[in-house]
């Protein structure tokens, strides 16, 4: 019961605070700055990086990314760099996903290693600045959106995945995830995005509907690619932040990689309309 309780507080902390910060535009910088600080250092464990060259590299990109297109409206040839940083995200995730479907552990070289802090982590956490700043205004709500629809999906992953679940989906990573729960994940997910469309004024049902199906499937698939790190460090959580959660990491892993493809759709279907 006690475990439960504390599991259950510092869960609703960690939405209030998340919740809280939208609200204000520098709160929510300064907030995913902080987020991002340290999910890096949980991460550097689990791959086993102990420079600190990783931090300094997240600070310029987020600095200059996150904090100086942003806030202070400054180009200066930042729209096509933000492109290159999104390809490259995306790029490196493929091949994550790639080494997922492998049953060798992953790889992590020297060089990879900040291939993966760099275009992996770092630059997530720019991408859900961008998100809330997409139309050169501050927005939260497709980015809060984004995050209803991850805790939509994992919340009725794990509901039907309990009471119907039998098919695993990846065994070997993540045994207690299974097909029918993904699957309710997913339909749930979709559900929401009809709620989410008529409620905050930001995109249609259509759109929102792709974005659901996106967080969906790269959210599941980040959160499969971390428990793969972890079974690699053979550690059962990221950190002890969350007191019944384990680290930030691990309640943020499906949005930081669902990220880069949520603003790709972004860009698609601002220049498609």
Not at 40 to 66: C, D, M, P, V
Request: glycine letters at 6%; a positive charge; hydrophobic letters at 55%.
């Amino acid at each position: 019961m006690k475990e439960i309780l504390v599991r259950s507080l510092s869960g609703i902390i960690y939405v209030l605070l998340l919740i809280v910060s939208l609200f204000f535009e520098n709160a929510l910088i300064a907030l995913f700055f902080v987020f991002g600080l340290i999910c890096l250092s949980e991460f550097k464990k689990l791959i086993q990086l102990k420079s600190y060259i990783a931090y300094i590299i997240f600070i310029a990109l987020y600095g200059i990314f996150g904090f100086w297109q942003v806030v202070w409206n400054s180009e200066l040839g930042l729209n096509e760099a933000t492109q290159i940083l999104m390809v490259l995200s995306i790029f490196v995730e493929l091949f994550l996903i790639k080494d997922l479907f492998s049953e060798k552990t992953i790889p992590l070289f020297s060089s990879k290693r900040y291939l993966l802090t760099t275009f992996y982590l770092s630059s997530a956490f720019v991408f859900l600045v961008l998100i809330a700043n997409f139309y050169e205004t501050y927005n939260p709500n497709i980015l809060l959106g984004c995050f209803i629809l991850v805790w939509v999906n994992d919340s009725f992953a794990f509901l039907v995945g309990k009471n119907f679940g039998k098919q695993k989906l990846f065994e070997k990573i993540s045994p207690k995830k299974t097909v029918e729960g993904f699957l309710g994940g997913l339909f749930f997910a979709c559900v929401a995005s009809y709620f989410i469309a008529t409620f905050t004024d930001t995109l249609s049902f259509t759109s929102w509907l792709g974005l659901s199906i996106i967080v969906s499937v790269f959210g599941t698939l980040g959160d499969l690619i971390e428990s793969k790190f972890k079974r690699q460090a053979k550690v059962k959580d990221s950190g002890i932040i969350m007191p019944g959660h384990g680290g930030l990491l691990d309640r943020l892993d499906s949005i930081i990689f669902a990220a880069p493809f949520i603003y790709l759709f972004l860009r698609i279907i601002h220049y498609v309309s």
